[in-house]
Every structure is written in C-alpha cells, then in structure tokens.
C-alpha cells in the first residue's frame, strides 16, 4: 500500500507549512489526485485518520478531488476528457493524444482552523 508513504509525505509538507506560518490547528487538507495516479482516496483517508491519531492534525479531514483524465489531441489541438486509456481523438480520430490532466497528485490548500 503506497498510499501509506504518499500521506506521510503530505503529513510533512503540511506541518512544515504550518511551522512556517505559525498555525496550530488545521480543519482540512485539500488535494487534488489525478484518476490515472493508481491512489485509492478510501486508503488515503485510512492512512491520514492513522498517521494522525496522536498528532496535532488530528481532527482534522483530509478531502480529495479526483481530477479526470484530460487529453489535448495532437492534430486538432481539442481537449476531452476519458475515464479510462484512449489511443484516438473523438473529434478528429488523430493518434495518440497527450495527457494533460489525470497523473497528478498535489495539495491545492491547507485550511486553518478559526481560534
């Protein structure tokens, strides 16, 4: 399970972040997983709740947002979206679109706790 090894290193931005900035307390950590990153966001949870039992992110949720994965076709330059591997455009059939979205895994806020 990688998802274990992923939240500790999120764990570790944020309380660096949270050094940085002073804050105590966190309500929420927002990140933004792409569909295509082989991250299961119930394991994710699972590990956060764990990693933070006794910790001073306890209490605080961890929300994910998975984002779809998005192409850009290489002939007529549209974006679509797939649920899953595609090989061709659906506006122009072309080949081998390139994926724009859908492989990423970022932290896109840290919401502190009002005192």
Same mark, same amino acid.
């Given at each position: ?15 660096? /972040?949270?050094? @940085?900035?002073?804050?105590?307390? #966190?309500? +929420?950590? $927002?990140?933004?997983? *792409?569909?295509?990153?082989? !991250?299961?966001? /119930?394991?994710? @949870?699972?590990?956060?709740?764990? #990693?933070? +039992?006794? $910790?001073?992110?306890? *209490?605080?949720?961890?929300? !994910? ?18 649920? *899953? ?31």
């Amino acid at each position: 399970m990688h998802e274990m090894a992923i939240v500790q290193s999120v764990i570790d931005i944020v309380l660096q /972040e949270m050094d @940085r900035h002073g804050v105590e307390k #966190l309500k +929420a950590i $927002h990140l933004a997983v *792409g569909r295509m990153s082989a !991250i299961v966001p /119930e394991q994710m @949870r699972m590990c956060f709740d764990i #990693l933070t +039992a006794d $910790h001073k992110l306890a *209490g605080a949720e961890l929300n !994910i947002r998975m984002v779809p994965v998005t192409y850009r076709c290489r002939n007529c330059d549209q974006e679509f979206t797939s649920e *899953g591997i595609t090989f061709k455009c659906p506006y122009c059939e072309g080949p081998d679109p390139d994926i724009i979205f859908g492989r990423e895994l970022k932290i896109e806020s840290i919401e502190v706790m009002d005192e």
